[in-house]
Nanobody, 126 residues
Framework: QVQLVESGGGLVQAGGSLRLSCAAS????????MGWFRQAPGKERDFVAA????????YYADSVKGRFTISRDNAKNTAFLQMNSLKPEDTAVYSC???????????????????WGQGTQVTVSS
């Protein structure tokens, strides 16, 4: 089982940057995906970004392309989400997740991920 511990998040002004971290421990397999999702109050959980651990292939929601970057540090078993040019609409609880989506189409689906972090609040003020 994979355990996930998140860090980062906080309050930032519009246009600012934040970096989220997600440390993974436990047994993993080469086809593991790490994803970031976010949920604003009263809204559904939305896909933000994902990375295939073995290859480093990345996937992004259209709303964050060019502003957010997902990466991983194999030695530290940690995934990162670098968020630049933040907007008030990026305000949400961000959660990292680990799983084995069946193909690239499943990467954006929350149900494809079996393990979740505790979530961290990101607030962007205007």
């Amino acid at each position: 089982q994979v355990q996930l511990v998140e860090s980062g998040g906080g309050l930032v002004q519009a246009g600012g940057s934040l970096r989220l971290s997600c440390a993974a421990s436990g047994r993993t397999f080469s086809n593991l995906f790490m994803g970031w999702f976010r949920q604003a109050p009263g809204k559904e959980r939305d896909f933000v970004a994902a990375i295939r651990w073995s290859s480093g292939s990345t996937y992004y929601a259209d709303s964050v392309k060019g502003r957010f970057t997902i990466s991983r540090d194999n030695a530290k078993n940690t995934a990162f989400l670098q968020m630049n040019s933040l907007k008030p609409e990026d305000t949400a609880v961000y959660s990292c997740a680990a799983g084995y989506p069946a193909g690239s189409s499943g990467v954006t689906t929350p149900s494809a991920y079996s393990r979740w972090g505790q979530g961290t609040q990101v607030t962007v003020s205007s």
